[in-house]
């Protein structure tokens, strides 16, 4: 079974910029998770969805940040303009109906 | 503020004995606890979790010990190999099923 799958893994750009993380969860996992990781940190929710439906996005910065999962599967983020302390991983992670939690590899974002 | 945090940033341990990761909490509502494994360049790992109205979890390796009283949870590794190299993370998960992590311990296993 494919993990969940994430893209790019890597993204440099400069600041102002704006830039997308695209998410592919495991198949039939109905919850979809974003989450920011600083280095050295835990990861941190940013948005949270039961299908296509954001039930808790009360961590987004909703004035540069985006989100949508259109059809419930795939998602995508999104940051408009990126600031240089938007560096860090983003991570998307999915669930089915147990506490587990299957994270990808998670996209490494540097705002220069 | 994070609710979930770790007594320990590095841990080192040699190779055959066991591992003994600490991590204190602060929600008393907390539902269940987690354990995570995160290895460099990968995203976390489930390991185990334990619910509220337990006291002991053991998995392949592994026993979760939480002790509500002190709000305390810990994580110990049984003959820690190299493959146990990592960050562990604990984190609480809330009945809204939220999940929230703590700070995390780097696991060094000494050849």
């Known amino acids: 079974e494919a993990g969940v799958v994430q893209s790019p893994r890597y993204k440099i750009i400069e600041k102002k910029q704006p830039v997308a993380f695209w998410c592919n969860p495991i198949s039939g996992h109905n919850t979809l998770y974003w989450y920011l990781q600083n280095l050295g940190q835990g990861p941190e929710l940013l948005i949270r969805?039961?299908?296509?439906?954001?039930?808790?996005d009360s961590q987004l910065p909703k004035d540069r940040f985006s989100a949508e999962r259109l059809k419930g599967v795939d998602s995508t983020l999104k940051i408009q303009p990126a600031e240089l302390g938007d560096s860090a991983v983003y991570l998307c992670a999915s669930r089915s109906n147990s506490n587990e939690q299957f994270f990808g590899p998670g996209t490494r974002l540097t705002v220069l | 503020g994070e609710s979930v945090g770790l007594h320990l940033p590095t841990l080192s341990v040699q190779e055959g004995d066991n591992s003994i990761i600490n991590c204190a909490y602060s929600?008393?509502?907390?539902?269940?606890f987690i354990w995570y494994k995160q290895e460099s360049g990968k995203g976390p790992q489930f390991i185990i979790d334990i619910r509220s109205n337990m006291d002991k979890r053991q998995g392949q390796r592994v026993t979760v010990l939480l002790n509500k009283t002190v709000k305390h949870l810990s994580l110990q590794i049984a003959a820690t190999q190299p493959g146990d190299s990592a960050v562990y993370f604990c984190?609480?998960?809330?009945?809204?099923?939220?999940?929230?992590f703590g700070k995390g311990t780097r696991l060094h296993i000494l050849p």
């Open positions: 929600n008393s509502a907390s539902d269940y």
């Open positions: 984190a609480e998960g809330l009945r809204d099923d939220k999940i929230i």
């Open positions: 969805y039961e299908n296509e439906e954001a039930v808790d």
